[in-house]
């Protein structure tokens, strides 16, 4: 939906969903029957829906942030995102985040992509372009 938004961001996103749900069970949280039963297993749709399969028409800036640690989604996907959207138009920022896992990160980590976000939000959404008009003499 380019006419939507702007920009996007993927943190420690699955990107090719037929691939994920059939990783082995790292993670017992999210295990193998907890993606089928939420995803399904209409491969079709699934590869439809896998922005690293199908990433080439986005048009827009992309900042993807990955946990190199992470055991729920593996930092390959993060890593095939980059490379699937390095083909369009727009070369996507990459952000990994050393030592971290899915979640709870240290404080430095934190910061670290909470400053990359800033940038990149600021960067990608808002319009600093201001039209001040015509110059007029005032007496």
Same mark, same amino acid.
């Given at each position: 939906?380019?006419?939507?938004?702007?920009?996007? *961001?993927?943190?420690?996103?699955? /990107?090719?969903?037929?691939?994920?749900?059939?990783?082995?069970?790292?993670?017992?949280?999210?295990?193998?029957? $907890?993606?089928?039963?939420?995803? +399904?297993?209409?491969?079709?749709?699934?590869?439809?829906?896998?922005?690293?399969?199908?990433?080439?028409?986005?048009? +827009?800036?992309?900042?993807? $942030?990955?946990?190199? =640690?992470?055991?729920?989604?593996?930092?390959?996907?993060?890593?095939?995102?980059?490379?699937?959207?390095?083909?369009?138009?727009?070369?996507?920022?990459?952000?990994?985040?050393?030592?971290? +896992?899915?979640?709870?990160?240290?404080?430095?980590?934190?910061?670290?992509?909470?400053?990359?976000?800033?940038?990149?939000? /600021?960067? =990608?959404?808002? =319009?600093?372009? *201001?039209? $001040?008009?015509?110059?007029?003499? $005032?007496?």
């Amino acid at each position: 939906f380019p006419d939507r938004f702007r920009c996007a *961001v993927s943190i420690n996103a699955p /990107t090719d969903l037929p691939r994920w749900l059939q990783d082995p069970d790292t993670a017992y949280s999210f295990n193998a029957g $907890v993606r089928e039963a939420f995803f +399904g297993r209409n491969w079709a749709a699934l590869k439809a829906a896998s922005p690293s399969l199908n990433g080439q028409p986005v048009q +827009g800036p992309v900042l993807i $942030v990955q946990a190199a =640690n992470d055991q729920l989604v593996p930092e390959q996907q993060g890593r095939e995102l980059r490379r699937a959207l390095a083909a369009g138009p727009v070369q996507p920022e990459y952000l990994e985040v050393p030592g971290e +896992g899915h979640a709870r990160w240290l404080p430095g980590s934190y910061v670290k992509v909470f400053d990359r976000l800033e940038e990149f939000f /600021t960067t =990608n959404i808002y =319009n600093y372009h *201001v039209d $001040v008009g015509e110059t007029k003499v $005032v007496k």
